[in-house]
């Protein structure tokens, strides 16, 4: 993860050129609040109760996997954030909730992931609501396409992972 933040400094100016497109250019109120929607919908505690109706429905291997993806996503995103330290474009900075990798896009990838594994119809969809939900991040100002990109992977790495060791 941090060989991707040092290539998104090497790749800074078309990175912002990107970030402006997006959350720039493309603005209009309507947009705004729809994503701003979607951005809520894949917070990791409003997406963590995922794994609690998972379990309630008794669909135990899947409610397992989401809850040890939910446990890695913390585990590695949170320090991450700390090491790396990025400020988010938007000017907030809490070193803790800093902006490398984003958290919503790796905790949606990680579901999504589980979720695919465990519901193959449901593949297309749930990655593209993962997809909307890592440019939600980027069009509210809130992280930098590489904070979503480095997001998505590790989410993916995540999914893959639980899945493994829970199957």
């Known amino acids: 993860m941090i060989i991707l933040y040092l290539v998104s400094q090497v790749l800074c100016p078309a990175e912002s050129t ?3 497109k997006i959350s720039n ?14 951005s809520y919908v894949g917070h990791p505690v409003i997406g963590g109760s995922m794994s609690a109706i998972l379990f309630f429905a008794e669909e ?6 989401s809850y ?7 585990a590695t995103v949170i320090p991450l954030k700390y ?12 070193r803790w909730d800093a902006s490398f990798p984003s958290g ?11 979720l695919s594994h465990n519901y193959p119809k449901a593949t297309i969809p749930l990655f593209t609501f993962a997809t909307i939900v890592g440019f939600s991040r980027i069009y509210l100002k809130k992280h930098y396409p590489s904070d979503v990109l480095a997001g998505a992977a590790l989410g993916i790495v995540t999914g893959l992972i639980a899945t493994k060791l829970v199957d």
């Open 18 to 20: 990107v970030y402006r």
């Open 60 to 65: 135990y291997p899947a409610s397992r996997q």
């Open 25 to 38: 250019d493309m603005y209009s109120k309507p947009l705004y609040h729809a994503m701003e929607g979607v």
């Open 83 to 94: 090491m790396v330290n990025r400020h988010r474009p938007n000017g907030e900075h809490n």
């Open 68 to 74: 040890l993806g939910l446990f890695c996503n913390c």
């Open 104 to 114: 919503h896009t790796t905790f949606i990838f990680t579901q999504a992931y589980i």
